[in-house]
Nanobody, 127 residues
Framework: QVQLVESGGGSVQPGGSLKLSCVVS????????MAWFRQAPGTERSWVAA????????YYADSVKGRFTISRDNAKNTVFLQMNSLKPEDTAIYYC????????????????????WGQGTQVTVSS
C-alpha cells in the first residue's frame, strides 16, 4: 500500500518560514517526479512546485517563485518544501503527490499526472 505522509505544517506570521516534509512508503521513490499542491477554502486545488525524479530540475508556480524551494532526498524517500517570506495568501492545505509514471512526465503542473497523494497538512499565515 502506497502512503504519502506530510508533516511540518502550522501557523506562522507573515514573513515567516515553514518547511514541509513528505515521506513516501510502499512504492519506489527515486524513479518518480514529486510535487506539492495546495487548496485554500473555497478554491480549487492548485499546483505549487514539482521536482524531476533525478532532482536536477525544479518547477514553481509564479506565485511562489523565489520564496519556496522544493527538494528531495532519495535515500530517505522524502520530498521537502521550504517556504520563506510567507504571505496570508499562502494559507491552505498542502498536499504532496507522486507521479503516476516513472522518470519524465509530460506535465509537471497537472494533477492528473500524479497518482498518489498525501492527506495534507495545514499551513496558516496570519498576524
Amino acid at each position: 500500500q502506497v502512503q504519502l505522509v506530510e508533516s511540518g505544517g502550522g501557523s506562522v506570521q507573515p514573513g515567516g518560514s515553514l518547511k514541509l516534509s513528505c515521506v513516501v512508503s510502499g512504492r519506489s521513490f527515486y524513479q518518480y517526479a514529486m510535487a506539492w499542491f495546495r487548496q485554500a477554502p473555497g478554491t480549487e486545488r492548485s499546483w505549487v512546485a514539482a521536482i524531476k525524479w533525478s532532482g536536477e530540475n525544479t518547477y514553481y508556480a509564479d506565485s511562489v517563485k523565489g520564496r519556496f524551494t522544493i527538494s528531495r532526498d532519495n535515500a530517505k524517500n522524502t520530498v521537502f518544501l521550504q517556504m520563506n517570506s510567507l504571505k496570508p495568501e499562502d494559507t491552505a492545505i498542502y498536499y504532496c503527490a507522486q507521479a503516476r509514471q516513472s522518470y519524465t512526465i509530460d506535465d509537471y503542473t497537472a494533477g492528473r499526472y500524479y497518482g498518489y497523494w498525501g492527506q495534507g497538512t495545514q499551513v496558516t499565515v496570519s498576524s
